[in-house]
């Protein structure tokens, strides 16, 4: 009886072993979301900087995790750690939208009217996007 238990035991954990395998492979393989190819929720970077300096947790709730189609004049351009160029809009007087683009657009300068789709991120002094695409 006793072996035969040990034996049902082993069994039970390879097979529990064996999904969590299965599903820790599928969930590191999952395509990624792509900016270029989804519909985005269309907003100015204004609107989008006021509405967290208002109400954050509102904000977070509307649009964390979110595709959003940002609009705006570039207040800066730079190139952060992962050499990815970095354009932050001109929000409001507290704060801005810092949006990562994933490819390299070079000519952007200070002052250009852009629109940037990208995934919203959260809020810390400036609303973060993050895997954002330049919109032609």
């Known amino acids: 009886m006793k072996k035969r238990t040990l034996r049902v035991i082993t069994v039970l ?3 529990c072993m064996v999904a969590v ?3 820790g492979y599928r969930m590191y393989n999952k395509p990624h979301r792509s ?3 989804e519909t985005a929720t269309v907003i100015s970077a204004a609107a989008l900087a006021a509405a967290y300096e208002k109400d954050e947790q509102a904000s977070n709730k509307q649009y964390l995790g979110q595709l959003l189609q940002v609009s705006g004049a ?3 351009v730079s190139v952060n750690q992962q050499h990815k160029t970095v354009i932050i ?12 683009l994933l490819d390299e657009t070079p000519g952007i300068k200070k ?3 852009l629109t940037i789709k ?7 002094t400036d609303v973060i996007l ?3 695409v330049v919109v032609h």
């Open 111 to 113: 002052g250009d009217a």
């Open 21 to 23: 395998a299965v599903i």
């Open 89 to 100: 809009f001109t929000g409001s007087d507290m704060s801005g939208v810092q949006c990562s």
């Open 35 to 37: 900016a270029a190819t």
């Open 130 to 132: 993050d895997r954002c």
């Open 13 to 15: 954990c390879l097979l």
């Open 74 to 76: 570039v207040s800066d």
């Open 118 to 124: 990208g995934f919203c991120a959260g809020y810390l």
